[in-house]
């Protein structure tokens, strides 16, 4: 068998096409187009590349994208000062916080940023106020990745209601969202981490399984039940031959690419998956650009709500 694949690119076009018409209806009617403020603190590379992506596409939509800098050396004070600048900026109705914060500014610093960040902008559902309403099935603002990767599911009719659903990973931004948007729309789930044990027997008996972990290939053939829909949120960046080696046989394009670079951007999902599973989200071109389609669907309903109109 080879796995139907899940186009998460053609998607986040097409649902693009959709916030264009709708971000210029609101800017004629508001004689302001939607903002959002994004904070990069540092110079982590990996963030540059994902906030110049996040600034590309709310650009070429119609919104107002403003980066909003502070250098490595910045404290936690100057980051507070920023978003409480944001918080009462009328022209700024979303606000995103690049994680990671520089590890100098302290091992609770992410934490206390996010909670400064006025509920109604937290375009990433981070605050204790969105998460409580997520948890009560009532949240406007829920965190981008795995509310892409509902819409995804939906649109290519991938049953949820009634299946099993393994979730891999238990991180705030991801998988401790995407197991409660699962559970809200009638999926029996798990949830497995670093610590589970038997973890390719807990995932054989999912019938979607998503996996968000940060680990090249982690979820192998053994993983998974022949059929069943896979969804691949990892993104890591492998630079060492051996990973690459053990992921991609001699003669694909990919370990052409990875010889030619030096580096291949894969999955947590092993390409040998595609024989087994029934559908699978590839990497690129999976759940990372439908994650920056819904920061801008969660901007404009921050927007929205902020102007007063009723968000659905
Ligand atoms: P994270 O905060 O590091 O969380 C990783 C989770 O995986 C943790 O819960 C951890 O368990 C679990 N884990 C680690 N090793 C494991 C193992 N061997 N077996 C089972 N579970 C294991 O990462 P994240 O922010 O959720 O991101 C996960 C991945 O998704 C990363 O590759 C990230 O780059 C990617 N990502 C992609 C997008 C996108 O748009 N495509 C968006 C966000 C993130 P413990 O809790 O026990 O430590």
């Known amino acids: 068998m080879s796995a139907r694949v899940l ?30 403020g994004i904070v990069l603190v540092g110079d982590n590379p990996a963030s540059e590349i994902y906030v110049r992506n996040k600034l590309k596409t709310g650009g070429e939509i119609g919104f107002r994208a403003d980066l909003e800098r502070l250098p490595a050396s910045a404290t936690l004070a100057d980051t507070l000062a920023l978003v409480e600048r944001l918080n009462r900026s009328d022209a700024h109705d ?24 006025a509920p109604e902008k937290d375009v990433d559902g981070l605050t204790p106020v969105n998460v409580g309403l997520l948890v009560q099935k009532r949240a406007a ?31 705030d931004i991801v998988g401790k969202p995407m197991a409660i948007l699962l559970l809200h729309r009638d999926a029996t789930v798990t949830v497995c981490h670093s610590r589970t044990p038997n973890l390719a027997d807990v995932c054989r008996g999912a019938d979607v399984l998503v996996a968000a972990v940060g680990r090249p290939g982690l979820v ?10 896979v969804v691949d949120v990892g993104m890591n960046k492998v630079t060492d031959a051996k990973v690459a080696e053990s992921l991609f046989t001699d003669g694909h394009p990919r370990l052409a690419l990875f010889r030619s670079k030096g580096s291949v951007l894969v999955g947590d999902v092993h ?42």
């Open 141 to 171: 603002l829920v965190s981008c990745t795995p509310s892409g990767i509902i819409e995804l599911l939906d649109r290519e009719r991938i049953q949820i209601a009634g299946r099993h659903a393994v979730v891999i990973g238990r991180s």
């Open 220 to 229: 192998t053939k053994e993983f998974v039940k022949p059929g069943a829909a």
């Open 7 to 36: 186009d998460g690119q053609a998607l986040a076009r097409a649902m693009q096409e959709e916030i264009r018409d709708e971000v210029a209806a609101f800017t004629a009617q508001h004689g302001r187009p939607p903002g959002l």
């Open 271 to 312: 390409p040998e998956v595609a024989d087994v599973a029934g559908a699978l989200t590839p990497v690129p071109g999976g759940v990372g650009p439908l994650t920056i389609t819904m920061l801008m669907r969660n901007t404009l309903r921050a927007a929205r709500a902020r102007a007063g109109q009723t968000v659905s």
């Open 94 to 117: 979303g606000i995103l916080v690049q994680s990671p914060l520089p590890k100098a500014m302290g091992a609770d610093a992410e934490q206390r940023v996010f909670d400064s960040i």
